[in-house]
């Protein structure tokens, strides 16, 4: 009659899975995720580039017990196990390099939708402080 | 608590016509110590071209896209703060 955490088979399998999946998850540091195969175009090579960003977490947990309140000659048992876990890949094209006889030059990928929405961020930021601040200032010169 | 290790990792070396081409990548592996939790982000670095005579060029891989937005985000800031420094002024 002890309360020590009893490991179990299923709660084994589980660590397993989440093993496999840690170890699958550390793989997104790998070069060849970035760096995708080279696309042969007569004489030309491209190799497209990305950015990965990878987070994840899991944990996974299980403990037995007995109860001897209700009885104690005979003590019920009981013990359980859970788990859980989760995770998002981002992926996003960089650059491609390019090798032509004419040499391996680097062509930036530029993704204009978010350049728009950072520049309508910006825009929106500078217009909001411009209304505040004129806000700020009739009132001011109302109080006056 | 945390571990932060930020690499450069070289990939294998690839033969295009004369040219040997090795990939690097940057990458930050963060991950909670004693945790199954972890963040990894991996991005180009460079490009490394090996001539047949032994020069080595190092071409660097540029994300225009985060450098304009990031640009932008500091010009917006920027912007925000002259206007109220005008206003003030006034």
Known sequence: MTDELATTQPELAGYEAFQDTMEEFLAAGDVRVVYGEPIQHEDTVIIPTAEVLCVAG????????TDAQKNP????????????GGGRILSRPVAIVVASPEGVR????VDITKIALAGLTAVGF???????MNRRQALFTQDE | M?????????GET?????????????????QLRG????????????????????EETILPVRDLT?????????????????IGLTNRQK
């Open chain 1, 58 to 65: 899991f944990g996974i947990g299980g403990g037995s017990g």
């Open chain 1, 73 to 84: 000659e005979k003590p019920s048992q009981g013990s359980g196990s859970g788990g859980g």
């Open chain 2, 14 to 30: 690839q033969r295009m016509g004369d040219l040997e081409i090795t990939p690097q990548t940057n990458v930050l592996q963060i």
């Open chain 2, 66 to 82: 985060r450098m304009i937005i990031w640009g932008m985000l500091a010009g917006g800031i920027l912007g925000a703060v002259l």
């Open chain 2, 2 to 10: 945390l571990d932060i290790e930020n690499l450069v990792r070289s």
């Open chain 1, 106 to 109: 680097v062509e930036p990928v």
């Open chain 1, 126 to 132: 500078m217009v909001g402080m411009l209304f505040r």
């Open chain 2, 35 to 54: 945790h199954h939790a972890g963040l990894i982000w991996n991005r180009p670095r460079a490009v490394i071209i090996k001539r047949p005579d032994g």
